[in-house]
């Protein structure tokens, strides 16, 4: 009886990484479409990224940062912005801990400055990657699962 406990919750575990995973690729495709209809209006420029606050434990973290760009008017934008391990480089804001202000590269909207995105970051990167990463992950706990009961009606 203990065992189908662990095939169940194996199935569980499956199920909850594709669902992860659609929910990265849903992001990714969001980011893709943003970047590709407004081919003609996005300008990368140069900003500074300041870490406010990080929380969290060793495996999730969150990232307060405030984003500070000019726009091609020499306009002054400010952003405060929540970032998390899973949908961006968080290698990057790791090493931004302590540092006050850093320099990034924002590639910004010129019609509508508030859909910028950090290209150190790397979000488009990032969420593809977690898309496979959990869509495989989810698979073999499936098949774990599977392969548990199926052992067991022998």
């Not at 952003?79 to 090493?95: G, H, V």
């Not at 990032?126 to 495989?136: A, D, F, H, L, P």
Request: proline letters at 1%; aromatic letters at 12%.
């Amino acid at each position: 009886m203990g065992i189908f406990i662990v095939a169940i919750f194996s199935l569980l575990i499956g199920y909850l990484s594709i669902g992860i995973a659609k929910i990265s690729g849903e992001k990714a495709n969001e980011i893709k479409k943003s970047l590709e209809n407004n081919k003609e209006n996005l300008l990368e420029t140069e900003g500074t990224l300041e870490l406010i606050k990080v929380e969290g434990g060793w495996r999730f973290r969150s990232f307060d940062v405030r984003i500070e760009f000019k726009n091609q008017n020499e306009k002054i934008f400010r952003y405060d912005k929540t970032y998390n391990s899973t949908e961006s480089r968080a290698s990057f804001l790791w090493k931004c801990e302590n540092k006050g202000k850093v320099a990034v590269t924002v590639i910004y909207n010129k019609r509508n400055p508030n859909e910028h995105y950090i290209k150190e970051l790397e979000e488009l990167k990032v969420n593809e990657n977690s898309r496979i990463g959990y869509t495989i992950i989810g698979v073999l706990f499936i098949l774990l699962g599977l392969f548990i009961v199926a052992i067991n009606f022998k």
